[in-house]
Structures are given as C-alpha cells and as structure tokens.
C-alpha cells in the first residue's frame, strides 16, 4: 500500500451486473508519482473497476476518493477520420467548456503535440496512424487537464515491442513529473517491467497487492517452485481456486 | 455542444462520399422531378387496328360519320400508331412499344347504325393495356376513358341529330330516301290542318265523330312529338357535371409534388446522417469518453438533432433551388416553407437519434433508417379513401408518429397560401422532436 495519502483510493467497492457480481469489495490505492499494475485473468473485473476508479461507472456499494483522475479507455477513442490536431483540439475545447482546464484548448494542443513527439503528424489522419501513435494521441487526451492520476486500460495492446517500448517511455516521464499510473495487463513482464506494485484480482476479488518479488515469496512459501513471475502467478491463482 | 456539431462537419467533409451524396441527392432529384412535371407534355402511345374502312360511311339519318372521324377522335389525345392486325397490336403493347391498344371490330359500324333502329344493338370496341406498371396501367386508363368519352359523344350528338330529323320528318312532313326512291311524307301538323280544313265542308251524315277523333290525335301527337326533340338533343350529354374551378389548378399539383419531393429528400437524408452519426460514436469508442465529464448524453443527443437540422435544411434548399429552375416556387413565402423545413429536419434527426442509439452500430441503423422510413413515408402518402376504414385508421396511426406526413403538410402548407394551415403540423413536429429526443436519450442509457 501506498501511505497515508494516496492519490486515489477505492475502498471496498462491489459491482453487479444483471445479478452477477464482477467485483466483490475490492480495495485499491495509487500514490503520486507510483505505478501499479492491475492483473488477472478475463473477466477477472481490471475494465470495471477502472472504470468506477475513472467514475465512468457507479460502485453498487464502497467508496472511492481522489481528484483529477483521467482515463484511457482500452481501444483509441479517436475519430479516425479527423486529423491528431483535430481531436486533440476538440477534446480540448470539451474539457476548457467543461471547466476541467483554464488553459487555452490551442496552446493545450500544441502542448501536447510536443509531449507525445507527434507535431510532425499533427495534419494526419488519425486512421493512418500506427496503433502506437494512435495510443499516444489516445492518452494525450487523457492528459490535457493535467490529471494528478492516469488510469489506462490495457494501453499495449496490439503494439509491437518497439511501439510498446516507446509508448512507456512517454508514460514514465510523466511518472517522473509528479503523476500517479494505474493499468490494467494481461502482460505479467510488463506489469513486473514497469510497474512499482501489482493487484492481482480474480473473480471479481481481490486476491494479491504487492510487489513482483512478494508475489514470487507467496508462490514460494505456498510449496511451489518460482520461475518466472507469469508463471508463479498462474500457481498463485491455482492455489486460489482460480 | 458546437464543437460536437464542428467536428460533425469536419468529418463529414473528409468523407468525399457523402458529401458527394449530399449535393448531388439533392440535385438529381430537383432534375428527374423537374423533368417528370415539365416533361409531362409526351402523349401516351396507344395502338389501332381499326377493321372498319376508312371511307366507310356510319349514316345516321342523313348525318354521316366516317371511320376517319372516329379514328380522329380516337387519336386526338394519344398518339395512334397503326397496327396491322389485332395480334400486331397486342404485341405492341406487350412489348411496351404502346401502353394500350384499340382494337375496333368490323360490325362496329354496322352496330352503330343499329342504334338508330328498332333494334338496337351494343358497338364495342377491344382495348388492351399493359397491367404490369400500375401506375402506368392507371394512367392510361384514365386517358383511354377520356378518348372513348369524347368519341361517344361525338357517336351520341350525330344520333340524336339523326333520330331528331326522323321526327321533324313525321312532325312537319318531308321527302325521305328509301333504297333510292323519294317518298313524301306528309307529317302530322299538315294532316291535322288538312283534316280541320274538311271538316265542315263534310255533307251532314258523315261521320264526323270518327274524323274528329282523328283530328285530335294529331292534335296530340303533334304536341308530344315538339317535345321529344327537346329530350333527345338532352341524351347528348346524358350526365352533366357542374364543375366549378378556383384559381390555377396545375400549381396546386405541382406544390403537392414539391412538397412530397423535399419532405422524402429530408427525412432521407437527416434520418440517416443522424443514425448514422450518432452510431459512430460508439463505433469509434468516442462516447464513453465524452461522457466520462465532458458531455452530457442530453447534450450528444442535442448536437445530433442540430447538426441534423442544420444539414438537413441545407439540402432541402439545394432541392428547392434545383427545382425552382423548372416551376414557379413562391420566394415571397420563404419564411413559412423555411420554418416548415426547419421543424421537419429536426423531427426527422430526433427520430434518426433515436434509431441510431437503439442500433448502436452505423451499419444497423443505416438499415433500420431506410427500412423503417421509406415504408411509413410511403403509407403516409396512401389517400384515405382509397382503403377501408380500419386500414385508413391503421395508416393515420402509423403517420402520426413519425414525421413525414406533418413535414408533408407544413412544407406544402409553407409553399402555397391554399395549401393546408401549417400550424397544427408544426405542434405536431414539435411533439414528434421532444417525443424522439426522450426515446434517444433513453435508449444512450444502454449505449
């Protein structure tokens, strides 16, 4: 856990939907500055409760606390046939009309652009662009009111490895400024790779907060031999009934 | 809510389709329609296998009419095209080289003539008609029908004329050819003065009762006999219409038609570009971000309606422009049909929202868009009278709750000072807009 004063707290927060419950009073926290990786299996409940830490979704009961939390949804919310200047400019007026930001939605834009290195491509359609840099222009939205926490669902997904290499560049110097990062993986190296702490959760619970090592030691002292970390998390869940 | 509409209209532009679509719609329909009503002016192609000779005279008591005047009749409102035999002629319009065919029989005239006899018998002629386009098939009927009226009355003015001189001959006596001989008829005014003129000159003795009975028969029969010349001219126009016309009658049709033009290019329009549109933001996984604290659902819903609107009405004045180039569209009345258009093009984009959040998906509604739309408008068109009572309430039901039929009313009512009161459908758009606008935002609750 994080301290006495994280940068977004959930506290016992429980989901259903149409009677069959995806989170069973789930805890999570995320300090400033602090990277954690949420995983599990599918279904395992990391997409809703993001969404509820994003507060795109209401908890049926728990609570979460923290302020300036942005999202970035799995797949890009980009539209395709609009250029990256285009969608960065009306993401920006939407959150300058929505008293998210003071700042002036063209200089947010041009901040931007330069932030994500993408000022080159700022006239391309969005469509045209590789899915790493579709990424990228997906959490620069993300970013543009300056959010103290940034919660990104399963941001490298169909990236190659050099894609996913810089994509987490861009995100580890915003670490480095001060932000707090919370993503959902399916990726146990990259969680182990990038992350300062893991939650594992599985059906709906939560069954594992800590870091890599302390995930092995469990695996260890539950009798099974630790390889790598995927694979002293399988044994993790198995010896969990998952 | 403006920066939605402007990158609507961004996206729009950059696709070069439905841009293209959305000019050239409107601009194609102004033409085909304009053609169609300033066009109209190409006479029905009717075949004729007459088996009468031309030169073949249908006397009728002294008035004579030949096959050349029936066949000038006949071809006076549709052009003829001569056929050589009946077959020829049924082929012709199965082919579709004619809509219809007349085919008039040997014994026509022969029939004809007969009607001036004691023994009257029924003239019939043959017509064929292509029954594969019904509307086509309507159509011609209506001309055919027109083309016998006009030829019957011709047939019943020269009877009648002809019966009448028959008369005048036994009324006031005459010379009457029979198989080349004159025959002198004396006529009944003539046999009455004869008789009076004898009577008292008669020796006492005489039976002067029986000749006074004769007397007054002529008497009489020359009184009855005045009349039926009078009751027979009366059976050339055997059904009289009163028919009493206001104003100009064409542009009334043509305001009708303009008005059924634009209200179909605006709901087709505007139905599916807000569909669609609102589709897209889920396709392009847009919508949960914009309400994740940015947009209110209320507030899509109300960009949609106006980017809609905005379109809409902006095709419906291309459409009016286009058309205003072949007929007369009144300028001077703008502010109605404008208002009217505007009023439509938001019922129909509230209605395009609303399908385009039940459908979630662009392709879904786009389909459900033209399936739902063009049936219902299509029904609205349906007149009243022509179903039974429970369809005609079923169709009002039906027209009621989607926006074609008051779009319909207001914009023909906006177009002419005549057309129907404009208000009422304008209350009734404005319902239908607030109506689909709730089912809209209802259904983005499961967006």
Known sequence: MTGENPALAARGVSKSFDGRSALKGVDFEVGPGEVVALIGPNGAGKTTLLSILAGIAEPDSGEVAGDGVAWVPQQAALYRRLSVQENLLLFARLQHDAGQTDENPSLMVKRMLDLTGLAERAADRVGTLSGGN????????????????????????????????????????????GTAVAFSTHDIQEAERYAERIVAVAEGEGIFSGTADELRQAVEAGGARSEDLETSFLAFLRERGH | MRWLVLK????????????????????????????????????????????????????????????????NQLCGRVECIEADSASDAKKMVESGEATAAVIVPEDLGDKIRSLASLNPESPEI????????????????????????EANLLLAKRLSEGAKDYLDLILKGGQFDLLGQKIEVLGLKKSEQILRQIEPKLPPGTDKEQLARAVRFAHLATDNLDLAGPLLTAITEPIKADKVEVGDEAPSLDTYAIGVTVAFALMFVTVLLVAGSLALEKEENAFTRLTAGLVGRGWIIFAKVGLGTIVGTGVALILLA??????????????????????????????????????????????AAVMISVPVALLSLVPDDAVGPAIETAINLVSAVFPFRPALDAITGGLELSGPSQWLPLLHLTVLTLAYGALARLALRRF
Not at chain 1, 155 to 177: C, I, K, N
Not at chain 2, 40 to 54: F, H, R
């Open chain 2, 322 to 367: 286009g058309l205003g180039l072949f007929i007369g569209i009144e300028w001077g009345r703008a502010p109605f049909w404008l208002l009217a258009i505007v009023f439509g093009a938001a019922a129909f984009a509230a209605a395009g929202a609303a399908l385009g959040a039940a459908a979630r998906e662009v392709r879904a509604a786009t389909l």
């Open chain 2, 8 to 71: 609507d209209l961004q996206i729009l532009k950059r696709s070069p389709l439905q841009l293209t679509l959305l000019v050239v719609y409107p601009v194609v329909i102004a033409l085909l329609v304009g053609f169609a009503m300033t066009g109209g002016q190409e006479q029905t192609k009717v075949a004729l296998y007459s088996q009468i000779p031309a030169s073949e005279s249908l006397g009728l008591g002294g008035e004579e009419v030949d096959g050349s005047e029936i066949r």
């Open chain 2, 126 to 149: 043959q017509i064929i008609v292509n029954g594969s386009d019904a509307v086509e098939s309507q159509v011609t009927d209506d001309r055919v029908e027109a083309m016998l009226s």
């Open chain 1, 134 to 177: 579709q990424q990228r222009v997906n959490i620069a939205i993300g970013l543009m009111a300056g959010p103290s926490v940034l919660l990104l669902d399963e941001p490298s997904v169909g990236l190659d490895p050099a894609q996913r290499e810089r994509l987490w560049g861009f995100v580890l110097d915003l670490v480095r400024e």
